[in-house]
């Protein structure tokens, strides 16, 4: 075998170890020059559609919080890479709740946007896509049942649920939103960087629910639009996890973005940084899910799994 093939079979065994797609398609993917060591899981290619899968991120992560089934993290169990086109493959128990969960939604309690905003969905040939009617960027939903439809959480008290009032444009709620989200903080945040981490997170999930691999319990959330923090019971080390993900080219710069930090900080072997935007890995170590208590940790299942009925 040459160095060359070789190279190539590497590459496709760590894309297809953090995609969930076929090895031989993937080693299609390393002979046709479209992954490589730098790069093993190909990056979306615009702006907008980096945008749109960061927030999907950013958005599911605040959302699902410790509700995370089987460690299905974000509620995904694989992506499929064709071309330009992104495919989410659901977990099928989560896939309705996350969809819900995308669907911009305005929230009088809270006193404002739930969801993404310019999200909306769209049957094409029997699958359920979710596009961005400010821009081309959509992506494709595997796992969810298409005759039922995603759950409306417009059903639930004081939600309108604007992707269904304004189907083809964006109300003004979500333009404000958006304004809000490609803002820099007025001292020169790096959003393109941010949206591209938080894509990166999206097209790597078996990766990232290696986090869950012990016990299936996985917690996310963001402290603000910068950062979304992924941590777990126990098993692999968050240092280990971050080694794993900078090995599959997360932090891989493209000659187009701005990688520079806004504000001033110490590296950390727990956290993926970009620029000023961060993945932050924490393993708790937790007790409740200990082999004496494995009672604890079954409990913690069922009661997970009654907020999907
Ligand atoms: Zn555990």
Redesign the pocket.
């Known amino acids: 075998m040459s160095k060359r093939q070789s190279n190539q079979k590497r590459v496709a065994t760590n894309c297809s170890r953090a995609t969930g797609m076929g090895y031989i398609r993937c080693l299609d993917s390393a002979a046709r020059g479209l992954i490589s060591q730098h790069q093993p899981v190909p990056d979306a290619v615009t702006p907008e559609q980096r945008r749109f899968e960061a927030r999907i991120a950013h958005t599911l992560a605040d959302a699902l919080r410790d509700r995370q089934l089987d460690g299905a993290v974000l509620g995904l169990q694989g992506v499929l890479l064709q071309g330009e086109q992104l495919t989410l493959r659901l977990h099928p128990v989560m896939a309705r709740r996350v969809v819900a969960d995308l669907l911009p939604t305005f929230d009088a309690g809270y006193g404002g946007l739930r969801g993404v905003p310019g999200l909306r969905p769209r049957r094409r040939g029997g699958d359920l896509f979710l596009v961005d009617v400010s821009s081309a960027a959509q992506v494709c939903l595997h796992g969810l049942d298409p005759s039922r439809g995603p759950t409306l959480t417009g059903a639930e008290r004081g939600l309108t649920p604007v992707w269904r009032d304004a189907p083809d444009r964006l109300s003004r709620v979500e333009r404000d939103e958006l304004v809000y989200w490609e803002s820099d903080g007025g001292i020169g945040r790096s959003t393109d960087a941010r949206d591209l981490l938080f894509s990166r997170i999206l097209r790597r999930p078996l990766l990232i629910n290696r986090a869950g691999a012990?016990?299936g319990?996985v917690n996310t959330y963001t402290h603000h639009e910068y950062d979304i923090v992924f941590e777990w019971?126990?098993?692999m080390s968050a240092e280990a996890l971050a080694e794993v993900l900078r090995a599959s080219g997360i932090e891989s710069t493209v000659g187009a973005i701005d990688f520079r930090p806004a504000l001033g900080r110490e590296p950390h072997a727990e956290r993926i940084d970009m620029a000023d935007a961060s993945i932050v890995l924490r393993c708790l170590n937790?007790p409740w899910?200990r082999e004496e208590d494995s009672e604890g940790?079954a409990r913690i299942l069922q009661s997970n799994l009654r907020r999907y009925q």
């Open positions: 012990s016990h319990w019971c126990c098993g937790a899910c940790n």
